[in-house]
């Protein structure tokens, strides 16, 4: 088993910039990747950026070049930090633990931007 907790949501404004943190804890020795996921109001939860235990990072193509997702193994944590942030990018926020043989969730975290 492997346990998500996500940190760091909230409001933020128009074109402000905020850090999301997901913590892994568990069995964390199956994961060979985590991500980030969002899904906002009405809609289906979409990818928003992954990266794998080499540091290879995917991105989907409405967060490229604004959001970074990084990283830090001795702490077995994730992060995005996201700049440039839009009102569209207003959502639930999850983590994603890509273990074998299942996939793990975080609870999800709010995050809304908004003047």
């Known amino acids: 088993q492997v346990q998500l907790v996500e940190s760091g949501g909230g409001l933020v404004q128009p074109g402000g910039s905020l850090r999301l943190s997901c913590a892994a804890s568990?069995?964390?020795?199956?994961?060979?990747?985590m991500g980030w996921y969002r899904q906002p109001p009405g809609k289906q939860r979409e990818l928003v950026a992954t990266?794998?235990?080499?540091?290879?990072?995917n991105y989907a193509d409405s967060v490229k070049g604004r959001f970074t997702i990084s990283r830090d193994n001795a702490r077995n944590t994730v992060y995005l930090q996201m700049s440039g942030l839009k009102p569209e990018d207003t959502a639930v926020y999850y983590c994603?633990?890509?273990?074998?043989?299942?996939?793990?969730w975080g609870k999800g975290i709010l995050l809304t931007v908004s003047s």
């Open positions: 990266i794998t235990n080499g540091g290879r990072d």
């Open positions: 994603s633990a890509h273990a074998t043989p299942l996939d793990y």
């Open positions: 568990g069995t964390i020795w199956l994961i060979y990747a």
